[in-house]
Nanobody
Framework: QVQLVESGGGSVQAGGSLNLSCAASGYAYAYYSMGWFRQSPGKEREGVACIATTGRTTYVDSVKGRFTISQDIAKNTLDLQMSSLQPGDTAMYYC???????????????WGQGTQVTVSS
């Protein structure tokens, strides 16, 4: 069965860095777009960064220049390097896979359980 397992979340102070990882299994990884999403209490889930099967990356404006999405297709892993973290980045972060090149939650079929990122001021 499809599994997406996130790791790397934690608590950091503002200005700090974290690296999230997602290990995928149970499907043809190379044929799917991958993305990182986040959701905080009372807010809608939003696409943070996505990478299409073409390798094209997209980022939500609020993280441009601070976050970098990357993947290792041979290892079926997806990473998100986060730097200059701000309290507004605090959320549960989810890894997801979809077969539509669109960085919005509706376009993604498979989801991980999430990893919490907390940034204190």
């Amino acid at each position: 069965q499809v599994q997406l397992v996130e790791s790397g979340g934690g608590s950091v102070q503002a200005g700090g860095s974290l690296n999230l990882s997602c290990a995928a299994s149970g499907y043809a990884y190379a044929y799917y777009s991958m993305g990182w999403f986040r959701q905080s209490p009372g807010k809608e889930r939003e696409g943070v960064a996505c990478i299409a099967t073409t390798g094209r990356t997209t980022y939500v404006d609020s993280v441009k220049g601070r976050f970098t999405i990357s993947q290792d297709i041979a290892k079926n892993t997806l990473d998100l390097q986060m730097s200059s973290l701000q309290p507004g980045d605090t959320a549960m972060y989810y890894c997801a896979a979809g077969n539509i090149d669109d960085c919005r939650p509706w376009a993604f079929d498979y989801w991980g359980q999430g990893t919490q990122v907390t940034v204190s001021s």
